[in-house]
């Protein structure tokens, strides 16, 4: 009788250790110039709020102390501090064969 309690344990210590990943450090506001912050895990830029699938990509930390902002061609977009590439840089996958 104590090993489905002890499973139910373990699940929920699993859950709330994923949740907390998920959504540990919330980020900081970091939109200018109308633009809005989107996608499923906050990694998208745009004009108006768009949804993406929920699939996560390591590279979406980077997202979260960037600055979403008009760019110079007029567009919604990450704005690409130095900070930024080399993040995303440090999360690139290598080159499939």
Avoid at 18 to 44: H, K, N, Q, T, Y
Wanted: glycine letters at 8%.
């Amino acid at each position: 009788m104590r090993r489905p309690a002890l499973l139910l344990s373990l699940a929920m210590i699993g859950c709330v250790a994923l949740v907390g990943c998920m959504f540990d450090a919330p980020p900081r506001p970091r939109v200018e110039d109308s633009c809005v912050i989107g996608g499923c895990s906050g990694e998208l830029c745009a004009d108006q709020p768009v949804v993406s699938p929920c699939i996560w990509q390591d590279a979406y930390v980077c997202y979260r102390d960037a600055t979403c902002a008009r760019q110079s061609d007029g567009a919604c977009g990450w704005t690409q501090t130095v900070e930024l590439k080399a993040c995303l840089a440090s999360h690139a996958s290598p080159p499939s064969r």
